[in-house]
């Protein structure tokens, strides 16, 4: 499967190396243009390539992971997503620990506004529960897997990522719709920051 980033911190390339681990194509970007992203995919391996947002939101998934403040600038000019499967990893701060500002969308869950900037996406959210260093670690522990909890609105898109996440090692949980699941997920939500494991 060919999977973009849009961004290339700590969520990106923790995702990515799961990814390129398991063969799939990964395209990593972000803001400063593919010239800069030498070392991150050096450090990633093959069958990681740095490219421009345009070419990595052309995947079949493109994993979303900047933050929230910068989310409309890093999805503004791209074309119609076509049905294509975006995942969303961001957690909805306008400011950030140790002063954190929780973004009010009222009755929207975060996940919901995300989808409203990505016409024809099918969104899906994932991974932005768990602490970076938990999704970069081997999810297969001793006592069990690491559970990734995920939401979406397309049952088919849902299970694509279940897929991919249950191959990464990780015991996915599937939470239905982004208006229940991506609430209960989501900053705030019980299954926010939320570190377990399953045992097989
Ligand atoms: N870190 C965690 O533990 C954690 C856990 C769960 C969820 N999250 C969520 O995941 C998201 C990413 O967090 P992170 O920790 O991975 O952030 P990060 O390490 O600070 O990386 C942010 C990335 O976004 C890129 N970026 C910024 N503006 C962009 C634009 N306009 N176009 C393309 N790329 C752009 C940056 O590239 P440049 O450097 O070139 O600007 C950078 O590669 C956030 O929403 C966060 O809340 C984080």
Excluded: C
Aim: charged share 20%; hydrophobic share 45%; aromatic share 4%.
């Amino acid at each position: 499967m060919k999977i973009g980033t849009i961004g290339a911190g700590t969520i990106a390339r923790a995702v990515a190396r799961h990814a390129a681990r398991h063969g799939h194509e990964v395209v990593l970007s972000n803001s400063r243009g593919p010239e800069t992203l030498g070392d991150v995919v050096a450090e990633i391996g093959p069958p990681a390539t740095a490219g421009t947002r345009l070419e990595a939101a052309r995947a079949e998934v493109v994993l979303l992971a900047v933050h929230w403040t910068q989310v409309p600038a890093a999805v503004a000019d791209l074309p119609d997503w076509d049905g294509r499967i975006v995942i969303d990893a961001t957690n909805q701060f306008t400011s950030l620990p140790p002063h954190p500002v929780i973004a009010d969308l009222g009755d929207l869950t975060g996940s919901e506004y995300i989808a409203s900037l990505l016409p024809g996406a099918r969104v899906v959210k994932a991974f932005n529960t768990l602490y970076g260093s938990y999704i970069a670690a081997d999810p297969r522990h001793e006592a069990g897997r690491q559970l990734l909890f995920l939401a979406g609105d397309d049952a088919d898109a849902r299970a694509t990522v279940r897929e991919l996440a249950e191959e990464f090692g990780f015991a996915s949980i599937d939470l239905g719709p982004l208006r229940e699941g991506g609430r209960l997920m989501q900053l705030g939500g019980p299954l926010s920051g939320l570190h377990a494991l399953k045992q097989d």
